[in-house]
């Protein structure tokens, strides 16, 4: 489950926020749009002449505010970047505690992002859980997505969570010898994914305290990493926790566990699968599906889970490549 230290990272990702200390916040930047009886926190930067590539953040429910800290500077010049913190999420309006929403639901919402900025086409970057949203994306909407760039991505959560349920186990095992072995019986594949199993993950992954960030983060001295974003962006806690909503909505929705490997081959774009090299997220057989359909695979040294904040400038060039 979404807990108060993982709102910024989100189910599929690390309980980052430990730094407490006060900075001086980010300036905002974006805008509100009204987007399927909501409104969206878009930022936009580049030139309007530049190649476009959009943003679709994980979690769910994260934000993409770490992105755009990480990723405008390295990219500035290069693409016209579009984030969007997903309904309900960060910046965006927050939406009723009683509300549903579907996978179905962030891609419609996307779509109508695109025709109401006048674009034709755009790479689409879905990171982590926003790669299930990227791919979803793609295959309903071939004709608008230039390619499909998936950083780290979890765009089948039956693989993701059984992999990462697995490294879970790995990191437990002589340590917790209780909590290795329930992660390790939810990495049996035959296990059926659901919400009942996040919830038993993360009751597992917390005997792992401050070494269940080794999942996704490679480098020590980014521990901590999206707290000390926390810090300085000026937006308060009950902001960075809204995203629990949505996301546990998504969690509900039958179209999150939908199989997407089989259907990964139903794309038949460009497609560019970016992971870091500690990464425990996307599963061998995810990365498999990629390279069987001829998309590119690159992986990156010194970077886990969140490429875009650990190798910003790696994952610059491959993205305006």
């Given amino acids: 489950m979404i807990g108060r230290r993982d709102v910024v990272a989100g189910i599929l990702a690390a309980p980052l926020l430990n730094a407490t200390a006060s900075v001086a916040a980010t300036p905002p930047s974006g805008a509100l749009i009204s987007i399927n009886g909501t409104r969206l926190w878009v930022d936009q930067s580049g030139s309007?002449?530049?190649?476009?590539?959009?943003?679709?953040?994980?979690?769910?429910?994260?934000?993409?505010?770490?992105?755009e800290d990480a990723m405008k500077p390295a990219l500035a010049g290069r693409v016209r970047l579009i984030s969007v913190d997903?309904?309900?999420?960060?910046?965006?309006?927050?939406?009723?505690?009683t509300a549903k929403v579907s996978v179905a639901d962030i891609v419609?919402?996307?779509?109508?992002?695109?025709?109401?900025?006048?674009?034709?086409?755009?790479?689409?970057?879905?990171?982590s859980f926003g790669g299930m949203i990227a791919l979803h994306y793609a295959l309903a909407y071939p004709?608008?997505?230039?390619?499909?760039?998936?950083?780290?991505?979890?765009?089948?959560?039956a693989s993701s969570l059984h992999w990462l349920s697995a490294s879970t186990a790995q990191l437990l095992n002589g340590n917790d010898p209780t909590s290795a072995l329930a992660a390790n019986r939810l990495a049996d594949p035959?296990?059926?994914?659901?919400?009942g199993f996040v919830e038993a993950m993360s009751k597992a992954m917390s005997g792992l305290g401050e070494r269940r960030q080794e999942l996704y983060v490679?480098?020590?001295k980014n521990f901590g990493?999206?707290?000390?974003?926390?810090?300085?962006?000026?937006?308060?806690?009950e902001r960075w926790e809204q995203g629990q909503v949505p996301g546990m909505a998504l969690m509900q929705s039958p179209d999150f566990y939908a199989p997407m490997l089989p259907r990964l081959a139903e794309w038949k774009g460009k497609t560019l699968l970016v992971r870091g090299a500690d990464d425990h997220v996307t599963s061998p057989e995810q990365i498999a599906a990629v390279v069987?359909?001829?998309?590119?695979?690159?992986?990156?040294?010194?970077?886990?889970?969140?490429?875009?904040?650990?190798?910003?400038?790696?994952?610059?060039?491959l993205i305006a490549a």
Wanted: charged share 25%; hydrophobic share 40%; proline share 7%.
């Fill in 143 to 157: 004709d608008r997505v230039s390619r499909l760039t998936l950083e780290s991505p979890a765009y089948d959560a």
């Fill in 190 to 195: 035959a296990t059926k994914v659901g919400p």
């Fill in 108 to 127: 419609a919402d996307f779509e109508t992002l695109r025709m109401k900025l006048g674009i034709d086409s755009w790479q689409v970057i879905g990171h």
């Fill in 225 to 237: 990493m999206l707290s000390r974003l926390a810090a300085r962006s000026g937006l308060s806690k």
């Fill in 86 to 97: 997903q309904r309900g999420v960060l910046r965006s309006d927050p939406i009723p505690k």
């Fill in 292 to 317: 069987a359909i001829g998309g590119k695979l690159v992986t990156v040294p010194d970077a886990g889970h969140f490429v875009h904040n650990e190798q910003p400038a790696k994952l610059a060039d």
């Fill in 48 to 67: 309007r002449n530049a190649p476009v590539a959009v943003y679709m953040h994980g979690g769910p429910g994260a934000g993409a505010l770490d992105f």
């Fill in 218 to 220: 490679a480098q020590r």
